[in-house]
């Protein structure tokens, strides 16, 4: 298997990106949800809370690196080449879905940084206390915890989308889009 | 010039016009701010539903009153928690306790255009005498308004009990930012 994308399929560094990736976000998307969730009716489980909005916030701050660098990677590698068997609307609506999927996964964590800043929260990554990217504004802060939440909304719909057709390509197509990305190989006709 | 204008106006005039013409706080102008630090970040909210009685002039502060009343049930926070929270049994215990208030006893001249009025604060079932320290922002014969600040410590009210006593946690010291604008 290539490190480096050829023609026909992704390389080890592009699928381990891509596999990486989709742990940490479905994992966030459901701790965000559940940490939002928590009570805080003792000091103690505020605390408990606040370690969890922390490790979200570490780990959204990882994303936004990991996508800049994929998407670095993604433009020094050539992108395997569709099958001739799919159609001009299918592979549009793959690179649009895959666009649609780029830009999600960095404004997503960017919002998060976004409204804690606004709010007048510190972003720690892993301990490390990055800057602020804005100061106090407590409209601003209700915006981008909104639109963090419409995000997550169209991210998890996006990926069920982009999980589904490349089911469909396993399953019925057989076209071999599926393993490109797969540590797999091609199921023999 | 428009000071001097004024003091040769009120000293004609011996009537006590502060006692005649109460001001009309104006809600959407006028705000009440706390914060307060959690876990070490400062953390804010907003008491969004409050009245005020007002005769204030700073020629005659002995007849000058204010009488702020909030209402404990209308409060907003960054953190959607601490508004939650507040209005709970350890806290400010909304169902027994609606509001609180603040009733002034005096006010006093601190040079320039700083003020302050001392008064009497009840949250829960304590009141205390607490000061709140203000700068006459604008003062004329139709508007005014007046932005303060008053330091006071929850723990002297009880806001915050069992594990909530803990300052390490909650700290005691709130901060209360006062916007109050008003005209007549």
């Not at chain 1, 007048?120 to 802060?141: C, I, N, Q, R, T």
Request: glycine share 6%.
């Amino acid at each position: 298997m290539d490190v480096k994308n050829t023609d026909n399929s992704y390389g080890i560094i592009a699928k381990l990106f891509h596999n990486i990736m989709f742990v940490i976000i479905l994992g966030m998307i459901f701790l965000g949800k559940y940490m939002h969730g928590l009570p805080s009716d003792t000091p103690e489980q505020m605390l408990y809370k606040m370690s969890w909005y922390n490790d979200h916030k570490s780990f959204g701050i990882l994303i936004l690196v990991l996508v800049v660098f994929r998407l670095g990677w993604r433009m020094a590698n050539p992108v395997p080449k569709a099958p001739d068997s799919m159609s001009k609307i299918e592979i549009l609506s793959a690179h649009a879905m895959h666009m649609l999927l780029y830009i999600i996964m960095f404004v997503q964590p960017l919002f998060g940084w976004l409204m804690s800043s606004y709010g007048g929260h510190p972003v720690k990554f892993f301990g490390l206390e990055l800057p602020a990217l804005a100061d106090k504004d407590k409209a601003m802060s209700e915006f981008f915890h909104e639109a963090h939440e419409i995000t997550a909304i169209i991210l998890l719909l996006a990926f069920i989308v982009h999980a589904a057709a490349a089911l469909f390509h396993y399953t019925f197509r057989r076209d071999g889009v599926f393993e490109r990305m797969s540590f797999r190989t091609k199921k023999p006709d | 010039m428009k000071a001097y204008f004024l003091t040769i106006l009120l000293l004609l005039s011996p009537v006590a016009y502060a006692q005649d013409m109460p001001w009309q706080m104006k809600d959407g102008e006028s705000s009440i701010n706390f914060s307060v630090i959690i876990e070490g970040i400062a953390s804010d909210g907003e008491f969004t539903k409050f009245t005020a009685d007002i005769i204030f002039d700073p020629v005659s502060l002995d007849q000058s009153r204010i009488d702020i009343l909030i209402d404990l049930d209308h409060i907003e926070s960054f953190y959607s928690d601490v508004a939650i929270n507040l209005k709970k049994k350890n806290w400010f215990d909304v169902a027994q306790y609606p509001t609180a208030r603040f009733v002034s006893n005096g006010f006093k001249h601190l040079g320039g255009k700083d003020y302050q009025v001392t008064g009497e604060l009840t949250l829960r079932d304590v009141t205390r005498t607490e000061t709140l320290y203000f700068t006459l922002t604008q003062y004329d014969a139709q508007q005014a308004e007046i932005k303060g600040r008053m330091v006071l410590s929850r723990l002297d009210y009880g806001v915050g009990q069992g594990g909530w006593r803990d300052v390490s946690s909650v700290a005691s010291q709130v901060f209360m930012d006062v916007v109050v604008r008003a005209e007549r």
